[in-house]
């Protein structure tokens, strides 16, 4: 027997944030989101994704036990830049049984037919600095702290619902040269005079460096990246939230921020320090000991993660991305960092793969989101309502 609860109290959304820990605990690949975070997506004071979003979280239990979650998004921004009525399935995770992965995502169908959407789609998160896309190639691989990782079923099951494939992402491994190369420096150096642009990462502290730049830069980002799958441009408090995490995580000789003349943002580049580990040994938590590890992975760092790089419309193509790349690059090698390793790259994302075209690199894994029709949902809701009257 399989039932869906809806979460609505504390104590419900504790289970809810907390799964993930028990599905995964023997796995050595999984990479917890912080724990905080998770527990207060559903309030409003603490994420300002819900100026802008509708949020419905569910538990499945099968025969009593605790046998997955899921939650569904409706993220009204993006419905009404796009045009559609888009559901979004997040936080999916589930035991290896297709019941139990038919019902949680029966949930979020029910959920969008209520509000009249017409296609579900994910796992997509509230926005691009969420989680999103389901891992479907390197299972063996440890995920980043910006992805999630799943078990290999959890496609199949996906698949077995009726969802068709809608977005796709690659990551790699990139190789670490052994010194820099010369003639990037030499074109750097042009590239920067001709364009009036220069480097400010390391001007001021980075709490000063975001405080001035930091509206701008993620601005910059939103034109940017504006015409990628299912992009959702973050405004209001939403950037307040993701800049006091940048304050903390970034290390700045891993990033890069360029400005011209008119000091306006025109290209940011991040490597975020790997936070695996630390996050790993505390199980996502910050306290007690969370936040202690959590500094001294970004202080010391052996691993570093591409986090983004973006560069404003009128910019690409002119080369001042190797002006970023040719400094962080630097630092890495003076650092001797043993690993580097993007984060998701859409396929489609021409402009950001050609951005890193001349760092040699290898794909080490793939991930998907997926699509389905409410119609048919629709009609099964408008029949057991018409049968619940009879």
């Known amino acids: 027997m399989i039932e869906i609860r809806q979460v609505k109290s504390r104590k419900d959304m504790r289970v809810f944030a907390e799964y993930p820990l028990l599905l995964y605990k023997n796995c050595s690949f999984y990479v917890p989101s912080f724990y905080s975070d998770e527990v207060n997506i559903a309030d409003p004071n603490k994420n300002a994704n819900l100026a802008d979003c509708e949020l419905r979280c569910y538990l ?27 559901i979004r399935f997040s936080r999916f995770d589930c035991i290896d049984d297709e019941q139990v992965a038919a019902a949680l995502l029966g949930a979020v169908e029910a959920f969008g037919c209520e509000r009249g959407m017409d296609t579900i789609h994910g796992p997509w998160g509230f926005n691009d600095q969420d989680r999103e896309g389901l891992l479907t190639y390197g299972f063996d691989r440890r995920a980043t702290y910006c992805t999630n990782y799943n078990y290999p079923y ?39 005079e001709k364009f009036h642009v220069h480097e400010v990462s390391e001007t001021a502290p980075m709490p000063k460096l975001i405080k001035r730049y930091g509206h701008k830069a993620l601005a910059m980002v939103n034109e940017a990246y504006a015409s990628l799958d299912c992009y959702v441009a973050v405004e209001g408090k939403v950037v307040d939230g993701i800049l006091a995490q940048f304050a903390t995580a970034i290390n700045p000789r891993y990033f890069s921020m360029l400005v011209n003349d008119k ?7 991040v490597m975020l320090p790997s936070l695996c580990e630390a996050i790993q040994k505390s199980k996502g938590r910050m306290l007690p000991f969370g936040f202690i590890r959590v500094l001294k992975a970004i202080r010391r760092p052996k691993e570093l ?42 396929i489609s994302n021409t402009a950001v793969q050609s951005q890193w075209s001349t760092m040699e690199k290898k794909v080490v894994k793939r991930r998907k989101c997926f699509a389905k029709s409410l119609a048919e949902s629709a009609v099964r809701q408008e029949a057991a309502a018409a049968d619940a009257t009879k």
């Open 60 to 86: 499945a239990y099968k025969d009593g036990a605790l046998a997955g979650r899921i939650a569904g998004i409706i993220q009204n921004k993006y419905n009404r830049v796009s045009g559609k009525k888009c």
């Open 154 to 192: 959890y496609e199949k099951l996906v698949k077995a619902q009726g969802f068709t494939d809608e977005s796709e992402w690659l990551e790699y491994d990139f190789v670490i040269p052994e010194k820099t190369d010369e003639r990037i420096a030499r074109i750097a150096d042009r590239i920067r």
């Open 305 to 346: 993660e591409m986090a983004l790089i973006a560069v404003r419309p009128d910019y690409q193509k002119t080369g001042i991305n190797s002006l970023m790349i040719a400094r962080i690059m630097q630092n890495i090698l003076e650092d001797k960092i043993e690993k580097v390793e993007s984060n998701p790259e859409l």
């Open 263 to 269: 000091d306006e943002v025109v290209g940011m580049a």
